[in-house]
Every structure is written in C-alpha cells, then in structure tokens.
C-alpha cells in the first residue's frame, strides 16, 4: 500500500504511471506491505476465476519468487512503471526512496525485483 501521496497520470514510459502528490525524501518509506490491502493468491487461484481476471493479474501483480504466489495491490502501486534507474527500492515487505523524488514526478522501480524473467506482462496475452 503507497503511504505518501501520489496520483495516476498518462506517463511518458508507458500507459498511466503513479505520480508523487508531494515532494519525498531520499530513504522515505513509500510502500509497506499490508495484507488488508495487498491481495496473495495462487496462480491456480486466479485462473480459477476466469480467463479476464488471470490476464488482469498478469499484467498488475507481481510473482513472489520465494513461493510464486502472485500479489497484487488494490491501490496505485500496481500503475507503478520500470525504469532502468528507479528512483524507488524494495524489499518482501518496504518501497523506499532511493534519491529526492520531486512532486510531479513519476515513481518507478525496477521490475526485475518483482518478476522472476522477462518479458514482463503482454495485455494481449
């Protein structure tokens, strides 16, 4: 769950993006982890509800790598894009700030830290 402000706006890398609402401090914890609000399911469990919910989950969860169970947000960090040099790092449970983010700009993070391989999610798929 994002704990500083942000918005979605169209993002110049890809679709929308989430957008810091105010200016965020190097090391600022920007995400926790919050099982209220951040959904774990199986793979098998998303399948099991249709085939428009799996490709959903495709594209805005994340495989956990410990145990491949997928997660997903109900708030604004599942429009959060990759960048090649994130300004955000993670880990099982935080999203930090790795530099000053200023508000208006777009928080991003590495996907690789969330998926296993590439490619990442196809919406076609």
Do not use: L
Not at 43 to 65: H, T
Not at 90 to 109: F, L, P, Q, S, V
């Amino acid at each position: 769950m994002m704990i500083v402000k942000n918005y979605v706006a169209p993002s110049d890398i890809h679709g929308v993006g989430v957008f810091a609402g105010e200016d965020i401090k190097q090391g600022t914890r920007i995400y926790e982890f919050i099982e209220a609000v951040d959904i774990v399911m199986t793979q098998e469990q998303a399948a099991s509800y249709g085939a428009e919910f799996a490709r959903f989950m495709r594209i805005f969860a994340y495989v956990e790598p410990s145990d491949r169970t997928m997660v997903i947000s109900v708030d604004n960090s599942r429009f959060m894009n990759h960048a090649e040099q994130p300004n955000t790092g993670w880990n099982e449970r935080y999203g930090w700030a790795t530099r000053d983010i200023r508000k208006g700009e777009e928080i991003t993070c590495d996907y690789y830290t969330f998926w296993y391989k590439p490619p990442f999610a196809n919406p076609s798929e």
